[in-house]
T-cell receptor, first 110, second 118 residues
Framework: AQSVTQLDSQVPVFEEAPVELRCNYS??????LFWYVQYPNQGLQLLLK??????LVKGINGFEAEFNKSQTSFHLRKPSVHISDTAEYFC????????FGAGTTVTVRA | DAGVIQSPRHEVTEMGQEVTLRCKPI?????LFWYRQTMMRGLELLIY????????DSGMPEDRFSAKMPNASFSTLKIQPSEPRDSAVYFC????????????????FGPGTRLTVT
């Protein structure tokens, strides 16, 4: 079965520090991977996506992710976070229907 | 475009009552999805439609849940009778599907309906 696993449930980080959110996937076929962000009391918003091509994917709000086929990973990074990045982040695998990871709650502190 | 529109944003009802959630997808999107989000189970796909036809409803919890898409611009998710364990945030999402030129398998989510069943 195809699935994604988010390795961290909670990530506290100080403002202006870097952050990395880890996501591993399992699939025997071509993969399409996504990161979504959910701000408090809001819907999900697409941060970035990997469909094919360059393994380094840049998204909105300064986020980027790297697709690593050998390690079956798709980790999300941001070099310097802001208070406004406090949210829940979901890694997702898509073969027409999204299969979400359990989510990682990022709390940015001043 | 206004994005995916859901109504109501909040719904509080008593156990046993019928609840209807509504969704208007983005114009031109061929796929529509209903999700449920709870603390215990996270995000779950309930059902999805392609060109108004239900394709996979394996995520629908039980017969109390039903979903329809009478036309390309409207879908409903109905719970009858509702139970306290149905309390959750319900999201609708739409996608242009394959080869749209705007994204591949990309889904756009509505703001959700927070349902509380007392």
């Amino acid at each position: 079965a195809q699935s994604v696993t988010q390795l961290d449930s909670q990530v506290p980080v100080f403002e202006e520090a870097p952050v990395e959110l880890r996501c591993n996937y399992s699939s025997s076929v071509s993969v399409y991977l996504f990161w979504y962000v959910q701000y408090p009391n809001q819907g999900l918003q697409l941060l970035l996506k990997y469909l094919s091509g360059s393994t380094l994917v840049k998204g909105i709000n300064g986020f980027e992710a790297e697709f690593n086929k050998s390690q079956t990973s798709f980790h999300l990074r941001k070099p310097s976070v802001h208070i406004s990045d406090t949210a829940e982040y979901f890694c997702a695998f898509n073969d027409y229907k999204l299969s979400f990871g359990a989510g990682t709650t990022v709390t940015v502190r001043a | 475009d206004a994005g995916v529109i859901q109504s109501p944003r909040h719904e509080v009802t008593e156990m046993g009552q019928e609840v209807t959630l509504r969704c208007k997808p983005i114009s031109g999107h061929d796929y529509l999805f209903w999700y449920r989000q709870t603390m215990m189970r996270g995000l779950e796909l309930l059902i999805y439609f392609n060109n108004n036809v239900p394709i996979d409803d394996s995520g629908m919890p039980e017969d109390r849940f039903s979903a329809k898409m009478p036309n390309a611009s409207f879908s409903t998710l109905k719970i009858q009778p509702s139970e306290p364990r149905d309390s959750a945030v319900y999201f609708c999402a739409s996608s242009p599907g394959l080869g749209s030129g705007t994204g591949f398998y990309e889904q756009y989510f509505g703001p959700g309906t927070r349902l509380t069943v007392t």
